[in-house]
């Protein structure tokens, strides 16, 4: 007998607590093999297609493209054959949703059936479990959690005669994926699981058909079809039918109160449409609305409103009540109208990162103008037919691996906890790179080990998966240094915020023709402006004054790195 079993969305990696759903890669009623990617989502470092680790067809999908979903929440619902290799681990829950040990015919008393639970797959699908290995779910699955059916009626109580999913508790507030308020992701297993049995868990988290062999509580009977008609009514302050923060947002930037409105989702689900046209729906009963160019006309309204408010004791509420909206929304409509971007995603990422770069490293920055007609005549030289190119953020780079093994207190971290500098022994350069996500930083591992050609490659690489959004956690984290070329835009100079938790980041300004004085003469060299930021902890400005002055000696005369091959 089929069994419905709910995919979350899992625990990526890298302490990231969310992703945007970009595109579904299946649709309602697909068939879907184990670790067949179902979803590709965005999250504030890299695109990742998730795998599902069922096998089966897809009864429900949660989420639409745009939606940004917590870890832990819903992502889909698969109806998993009795063959599946997902069988094997359902549990007590299992029991729950088929009628118990006997509904299978082969199943022995409950106990029986622990070792299969704890194990995660019985032995005829060991061979057929997810060879995946995001955090959370992997080549095995999780041990099931035992969870009691509550009789009592409560947000999402549905049909009459108890033919509806097991109704919560009414003082149960789980979210409709299964966690609670406070508890995290509502994930269970090693790590924290991405995906869960729903027949170990009914309540408001379980989206799948009937539980059968659950006797309905008293009332239920009676209560299901007037409370549970339409999702999050009844008013008692249990849980709102919603899993998109998107559509919480945007209620409550209208004034909108969620457990008024009939979701029109699978399972009595709120969208975005439905609070879209409640807002429609609120403005309409005001009347037609005034002409943006018109200015509204406070003589008519002031009368009524000192009548009423002498009259009742109380000032009438504001038109941007009465319409749902915010008095923000309601005072853009009569002019320009403000746009409000989300801080999400890699724009959201780089806003924390910058934020918390400021409040925590006392950073200072230092300057200074470099000849760079040598380097590229060095660059020219290197470039020569048939031969890989050496770019020029690789020999900058280069650079940057001699200063630190001069200065290797540059290479370091402050662990604020235990109040110590953490010299690396390692440089993981990093580099700012501008897409159209926005400003990435990829890291090349182990710099300090790779020739100006090597470096050449890891950027041509790096940047092309920047660019592609194909760079994975790893590849965006663990950096211990940064290079900033900022030339590209054409400026000159800049004071770069230090990315956290480094220690400190050179910048390298356009490379432009400006007179400068050459072996005593006036002439006009190919001049660039360095600027090094770094973090005051970690040293004094002696220390990193030497650094700059290192590598702009460097840039001016490519031959002394002659002296660190």
């Avoid at 917590?70 to 009795?82: D, N």
């Avoid at 609120?282 to 005034?290: C, D, I, L, M, V």
């Avoid at 890291?443 to 194909?470: K, P, Q, Y």
Wanted: glycine residues 16%.
């Amino acid at each position: 007998m089929a069994a419905v079993r709910e995919f979350a969305l899992p625990d990526l990696g890298e302490g990231l607590t969310e992703a945007e759903i970009v595109r579904w890669l299946v649709e309602v009623g697909d068939v879907v093999a184990v670790d067949q990617p179902v979803v590709e989502v965005e999250t504030a470092k890299a695109m990742v297609e998730v795998p599902c680790p069922y096998a089966g067809v897809v009864t429900a999908r949660f989420g639409e493209e745009g939606t940004e979903l917590p870890v832990g929440a819903a992502l889909l619902t698969v109806a998993v054959g009795a063959g599946s290799p997902a069988e094997g681990g359902a549990g007590s829950g299992g029991s729950a949703r088929s009628g118990g040990p006997a509904a299978s015919g082969e199943q022995g008393p409950e106990g029986s059936r622990a070792p299969a639970a704890g194990g995660g797959a019985t032995d005829g699908a060991a061979g057929e479990g997810s060879g995946n290995v995001l955090v959370g779910y992997g080549t095995g699955a999780p041990p099931a959690r035992r969870r009691r059916v509550r009789p009592a009626t409560g947000f999402g109580a549905r049909g009459t005669t108890g033919a509806g999913r097991a109704p919560a508790a009414p003082g149960d507030t789980r979210s409709r994926n299964g966690s609670r308020p406070g508890s995290g992701s509502g994930r269970t297993g090693y790590g924290g699981t991405g995906f869960r049995e729903p027949g170990a868990e009914t309540g408001p988290g379980s989206t799948a058909g009937p539980v059968r062999g659950a006797a309905p509580g008293p009332g239920t009977a009676g209560t299901a079809g007037a409370d549970g008609g339409a999702a999050g009514t009844d008013g008692r302050g249990g849980p709102v039918a919603v899993i998109s923060p998107l559509v919480r947002r945007l209620a409550r930037e209208h004034g909108l109160d969620l457990r008024q409105l009939a979701g029109s989702g699978p399972e009595g689900l709120i969208l975005r449409a439905d609070v879209e046209s409640a807002v429609r729906r609120a403005a309409g009963r005001t009347g037609p609305a005034a002409p943006a160019t018109a200015p509204e006309t406070p003589a008519r309204v002031e009368p009524r409103t000192a009548g009423a408010g002498a009259a009742g004791g109380a000032e009438p509420p504001s038109s941007a009540a009465r319409t749902g909206t915010s008095p923000a929304t309601a005072a853009a409509g009569r002019g320009l109208r403000s746009e409000r971007i989300p801080l999400r995603g890699v724009r959201g990422a780089v806003a924390d990162k910058l934020s918390r770069s400021r409040r925590e490293i006392p950073d200072a920055t230092t300057w200074v103008d470099a000849d760079a007609t040598e380097l590229l005549a060095a660059r020219s030289a290197m470039n020569t037919p048939g031969r890989p190119k050496v770019s020029l953020p690789a020999l900058l780079a280069r650079i940057c691996t001699a200063a630190l093994a001069e200065y290797p207190e540059l290479n370091s971290t402050v662990d604020t906890a235990a109040r110590e500098v953490v010299r690396l022994p390692a440089v993981h350069l990093g580099f700012a790179a501008q897409t159209d996500r926005g400003l990435m930083v990829p890291v090349i591992r182990d710099a300090h080990t790779l020739g100006a050609a090597a470096l050449s490659e890891e950027f041509a690489r790096l940047t092309e998966s920047a660019r592609a959004g194909r760079l994975t956690p790893a590849e965006l984290t663990g950096g211990t240094f940064t290079l900033n070329n900022y030339g590209v835009f054409g400026v000159d100079g800049s004071t770069p915020i230090i990315n956290h938790p480094e220690a400190a980041m050179l910048g390298v300004g356009r490379i432009a023709p400006k007179p400068w004085v050459h072996r005593g003469e006036l002439a006009v060299r190919q001049v660039v402006q360095l600027s090094f930021t770094f973090d005051h902890r970690v040293c004094d400005g002696g220390t990193a004054g030497g650094f700059l002055r290192h590598v702009a000696d460097c840039i001016e005369q490519p031959a002394l790195l002659l002296r660190t091959l």
